[in-house]
């Protein structure tokens, strides 16, 4: 046997911080969306964790109504959650702009609260269980744990989605676009961009990330109403930490607090649900811009 | 929240119609009616075990009576608690004081039913328990009028602990959730497992309502015990046992999972193909004689599913609460608690059950397995009855409670 790390074996260790890294992909992807949507458009979108349920009841009416299985719903929710989002944009978001963020926060909470109601209406608050796919069935034992394929699986989606995300945004010209737009809509309009297009396109984007989530978060979780709702607190405070708009940040911060979460479930449990607003409060009094954020 | 209890009751108003005739043996009512007030969960993780459903099952047991007692109208209005014992508990006072209501039913979480306790204990009005699962409402927490129904956590802790050491699972680690609930169950059934010569190697607390528990499974692992308890429910139990098969807990053979409190509604969201082989005790099953069938075949034609134990029980309770009324000639609290008390229950829940000093309805309890998808007939075939267990051994007696009121 091996000696111990702060009592703890540390194969123990090694799980639970595999552990926090695949909880920290959902934060990652999650908060990657909010940090997307509250750069371009100023807009605090409380919808988020709504739009992460509706990605996994999409796909799970997919799976039960259409016999459409796991892969094409990986495609296919994130779509017709980012259209759900075109319509938001468009026929609500779009009239708030010149006012206060507190209104599209209001707005957005509004919505999630009425999304959230109608699908409770209609199935429960139980949820619906929902298969993983036979090639991702089973698992590796790594020695320290078990780790099942699927698991395995969403890290990897997870970092590839949010890398790819960061550098679309970062070093492309559609990306030098948007964030040109951000500081500055009236010129780049100016320059023959279609601005308002553009918005609508970001957050279809941001909320298909959200999707997107839900889809790979199905087969984990129950298929719940209040699976957004139990996860959008936290990621709120993860965007926060990072620095609300910083797409970095909100990757980095979202893995990083998944594996201080993970940790905290080995040695004090019972603080793990508060272990993230705990590091929030701090970072506000510290560095009030949040870790990556800049000071406007 | 005013809002829908304002239109809870209107609704309720519109449904009883006009009042009868005199009655001669006419009793004393307060507010010329009786309110039936269901407090429970009704969106949180709690609401598919008991929420709307137990209220529908408490309108069923009105309806036997015509809505009417005494030549009074029976009254049922509703209320969401949140999980909150605040807000339980706030609830309960205006129900009593401002609102006239004379019984108040279901209260799922120990927690808020603890606190929802103190207020009924002072202002002597009935509380009847079928959502709760702490011992300690019949214990150290007992009032002269509150009583508890279908199940609680000794005798969850009687059935599935005990079973199970016999089996041979005599080392146990519990994933217990951190609120009243969760600790009395994880205590009641470390001594049941003491008691039968097993040992509880180790525990760990889960906040309410997580939603990722592999942390929690991955040191049940490590623990090396032959049985996780899950000393959770709802949602909770749900999350655990999908998690623990995709972590291949149980597939190494060396660990055996035992959920400790499971009600119909989590077998049905789990699906049989995660639930199997599960061994579970319940206070009632829809499909174990006729009565018990035809009467969840009515409660399924109105409500799309089939009665958890705890919306059976509410039935059961408010039956057994209106016939007291009946013989009683009165609504007022402490004499109805008497007469319920004296009365033996016998409806199609239990079969002569009986009701302790302290509150606690006495009467058989079921030890079961949850099939497997190939031995399924049908939607809501779910269990095999493996034991009885008579109320007497599944109860602790009034003086094994820790209750301190007269006998």
């Known amino acids: ?296 | 929240m005013i809002a829908r209890l304002l239109a809870g009751a209107a609704l309720a108003a519109l449904t009883i119609g006009a009042t009868g005739p005199a009655n001669a043996q006419q009793g004393k009512l307060s507010g010329d009616m009786v309110k039936v007030g269901v407090l429970n969960d009704r969106s949180g993780l709690y609401a598919d075990l008991g929420g709307e459903g137990s209220a529908v099952a408490a309108r069923m047991a009105a309806e036997e009576f015509g809505n009417k007692i005494l030549g009074k109208p029976i009254q049922i209005i509703t209320a969401d608690h949140q999980n909150k014992p605040d807000i339980g508990s706030n609830l309960a006072r205006q129900w009593i004081d401002q609102d006239g209501v004379d019984v108040i039913v279901d209260v799922p979480n120990s927690g808020v039913a603890l606190a929802v306790q103190e207020v009924t204990r002072e202002k002597k009005t009935i509380f009847l328990m079928e959502g709760p699962a702490t011992s300690r409402l019949t214990g150290d927490a007992c009032s002269p009028t509150g009583f508890h129904w279908p199940y609680d956590t000794r005798a969850l802790a009687v059935g599935t602990g005990q079973a199970i050491v016999k089996e041979g699972g005599d080392s146990w680690f519990f994933i217990t959730a951190d609120y009243a609930f969760g600790h009395q169950l994880e205590a009641d059934t470390s001594a049941q497992v003491k008691k039968a010569g097993g040992k509880v190697v180790g525990s760990v607390k889960a906040p309410l309502n997580t939603a990722d528990f592999s942390s929690f499974l991955l040191q049940a692992q490590a623990s090396g015990a032959k049985i996780v308890g899950l000393a959770n429910a709802g949602g909770d139990t749900i999350t655990s046992i999908k998690q623990a098969s995709e972590f291949g807990l149980t597939q190494s053979g060396q660990q055996k999972l035992a959920g400790l409190l499971i009600f119909l509604s989590d077998v049905h969201a789990l699906g049989l193909q995660v639930a199997q082989d599960l061994v579970l005790t319940t206070g009632f099953y829809w499909d174990r004689n006729d009565e018990t069938r035809a009467w969840s075949k009515k409660f399924f034609d109105r409500h799309g599913k089939m009665p958890t134990m705890v919306q059976a029980g509410s039935y059961s309770a408010v039956r057994h609460y209106l016939k007291a009324i009946e013989a009683a000639g009165t609504d007022d609290g402490p004499t109805v608690a008497a007469k319920m008390k004296e009365m033996p229950v016998n409806d199609m829940f239990a079969q002569n059950g009986s009701i302790l000093p302290n509150g606690r309805m006495v009467h058989d309890m079921y030890l079961a397995r949850v099939k497997k998808p190939s031995e399924s007939k049908g939607p809501w075939d779910y269990y095999e009855i493996l034991r009885t267990i008579p109320g007497k051994e599944a109860f602790a007696t009034f003086e094994e409670s820790g209750c301190k009121l007269p006998k």
């Open chain 1, 1 to 296: 046997m091996m000696g111990t790390i702060f009592g703890i074996p540390p194969q123990a260790l090694f799980g639970q911080l595999l552990l926090g890294l695949i909880n920290g992909s959902f934060y990652a992807l999650l908060s990657l969306g909010l940090a997307v949507i509250f750069g371009m458009l100023n807009v605090i979108n409380f919808a988020h964790g709504a739009l992460y349920m509706m990605g996994a009841f999409v796909s799970w009416l997919l799976l039960t109504k259409l016999g459409i299985g796991y892969w094409w719903a990986l495609l296919l929710a994130p779509l017709i959650v980012g259209l759900f989002g075109v319509v938001l944009e468009k026929t609500l978001l779009s009239r708030l702009y010149k006012l206060d963020h507190l209104y599209g926060l209001l707005l957005t909470f509004g919505l999630a609260l009425i999304v959230e109601g109608a699908f409770r209406h209609q199935y429960g608050v139980s949820g619906q269980p929902y298969p993983i796919p036979d090639a991702l069935k089973g698992g590796q034992n790594l020695g320290f744990m078990f780790l099942p394929n699927y698991r395995g699986w969403v890290v990897v989606a997870s970092l590839v989605v949010c890398l790819s995300t960061w550098i679309a945004i970062e070093k492309t010209k559609l990306g030098a676009y948007l964030r040109a737009a951000t500081e500055n809509p009236v010129l780049v309009q100016a320059f023959g961009i279609n601005v308002p297009r553009m918005v609508t396109l970001t957050y279809a984007f941001g909320v298909a990330l959200a999707g997107l989530a839900g889809v790979l978060a199905a087969p984990i979780y129950q298929v719940s109403p209040l699976m957004g709702s139990n996860l959008i607190i936290v990621v709120f405070a993860v965007v926060v930490i990072g620095g609300m708009g910083s797409i970095l940040g909100a990757v980095l911060t979202g893995y990083g607090l998944g594996l201080l979460e993970g940790l905290t479930k080995v040695f004090y449990p019972e603080a793990s649900n508060i272990v993230v607003f705990v590091i929030m409060a701090v970072v506000l009094m510290i560095k009030p811009a949040g870790l990556f954020g800049r000071e406007r």
